[in-house]
């Protein structure tokens, strides 16, 4: 997005160049990363960066208003709520198109949000293989206030371990060695010390869990959540049946609490008013159809991986929902082709990451993740057989 540096990056890149960045970072898990890596990052100046921010701080001003609880309580079904919630939601990231507003001028504009982990920990193994294969201007930074690599993976490990012995603490999933975000679980054991545990190893002794380690029964004293509760609804009955015990009042910290996946979600977008936030209403909350329903997207609050979305809604769809509580009629945002590349251009999405420490009154932005397009949408599906698509990182132009 600063087209001198754009020009410059692509000047200098060579297919080389991209192999061996991708050879650094196979080598520390080899077989392990599973997911198209993007030949660039993207570079973001300051302006953009401080409207990212600024939208940012706007939503999380609700998200620690005394109100927030109570205002999120029916976004969390019942069949999936767990019980011992905490008061805050340690890891928060939000997801931010690279737009093009009407006056023709790129601006971000908030795609969605997650009370829910991303690649903590496989973001700081990309940063450190782009800055050491390519040519990152020295005035330019994957890390916001103030953090550098250092810091981040200090804070990083301390919300984590929460003051526990690292063999106390797991990192859950669902058969984490067959995700294809394992990679960032295996980064996670390198730079924090904890196991990725499945589902299925959970040993269960009334109220306390336990796993094997080293094949000795280790009780489980917090657990980093990385179960996606609409994920393991579409697994096997078995799988189903096993992650039953996660809804039992167990004696163990959750980090974050499953409860904070549904509360910061799309349920949070209508009680957001700010310029880089698409307006966004409940369904039942709306007093007439728009006229301009072509600049809407009709999205269910609960789903699975975005099944259900209605990109070109019509009245009749909205006429037909038989629980309008349950939907948002969102305004469309309009991605930018902003990335030059040898062909066609991308678009980029970019993914800013929160972390909210105990103790502290507001969660803090400390790095990011950036994903490329081609296609029609984000995502895998669409970007088959391209090239310059993938994910990625932003680098910002530091404060002057």
């Known amino acids: 997005m600063i087209p001198e540096i754009r020009k410059k990056y692509n000047a200098e890149f060579t297919e080389e160049k991209y192999q061996e960045y991708l050879n650094e970072m196979n080598a520390a898990h080899p077989n392990a990363l599973e997911f198209r890596i993007a030949e660039t990052p993207v570079f973001c100046n300051r302006e ?15 998200i620690i208003s005394p109100e927030f609880k109570e205002q999120s309580a029916r976004a969390i079904p019942e069949n999936v709520r767990v019980p011992n919630e905490n008061d805050r939601c340690q890891f928060i990231a939000f997801d931010f198109g690279v737009c093009e ?14 009370g829910f982990p991303t690649l903590f920990a496989f973001q700081v193994l990309q940063i450190d293989t782009f800055s050491k294969v390519f040519n990152i201007p020295s005035n330019f930074s994957a890390y916001l206030s103030g953090y550098n690599r250092e810091s981040y993976l200090e804070e990083l490990k301390q919300i984590i371990l929460g003051g526990h012995p690292k063999e106390n603490v797991i ?18 054991e390198d730079f924090v010390g904890i196991k990725p545990v499945c589902l299925t190893e959970l040993i269960q002794k009334k109220n306390k869990l336990y796993y094997l380690l080293d094949g000795k029964e280790t009780e489980i004293k917090r657990i980093y959540n990385r179960i996606i509760f609409d994920d393991l609804q579409q697994q096997s ?32 977008m209508p009680f957001i008013t700010h310029p880089n936030v698409p307006e ?12 301009d329903l072509e600049n809407y997207v009709l999205k269910p609050l609960f789903s699975f991986a ?40 991308a678009k980029a999405e970019i993914r800013i990451f929160y972390f909210w420490k105990d103790g502290e009154p507001r969660p803090i932005a400390t790095t990011n993740l950036a994903r490329l397009s081609k296609g029609k949408m984000i995502g895998v599906r669409y970007n088959q057989n391209k090239t310059w698509v993938g994910g990625t990182v932003t680098f910002f132009e530091n404060k002057a």
């Not at 507003?101 to 997650?114: A, F, T, V, Y």
């Not at 019509?314 to 040898?342: C, F, S």
């Open 306 to 345: 975005g099944q259900g979305v209605v990109i070109d809604v019509t009245p009749h769809d909205i006429e037909a929902i038989k629980d309008p509580e349950n939907w948002i009629l969102q305004r469309k945002v309009k991605y930018a082709e902003v990335i030059p590349t040898p062909d066609e251009p």
């Open 101 to 114: 507003n009407e006056d023709g001028k790129l601006e971000p504009q908030l795609i969605e949000m997650q």
């Open 171 to 188: 990192l859950l999933e669902i058969l984490p060695h067959q995700q294809k975000t394992k990679i960032d679980f295996y980064c996670t």
């Open 280 to 291: 966004t209403r409940f369904l039942n909350t709306l007093p007439n159809i728009p006229a």
């Open 48 to 62: 953009f960066t401080d409207q990212m921010i600024s939208a940012c701080e706007s939503i999380v001003d609700v």
């Open 237 to 268: 009955a078995a799988l189903q049946q096993k992650g039953k015990l996660l809804l039992e009042p167990l004696e163990v910290e959750w980090l974050p609490h499953p409860n904070w996946f549904y509360r910061i979600c799309k349920y949070t």
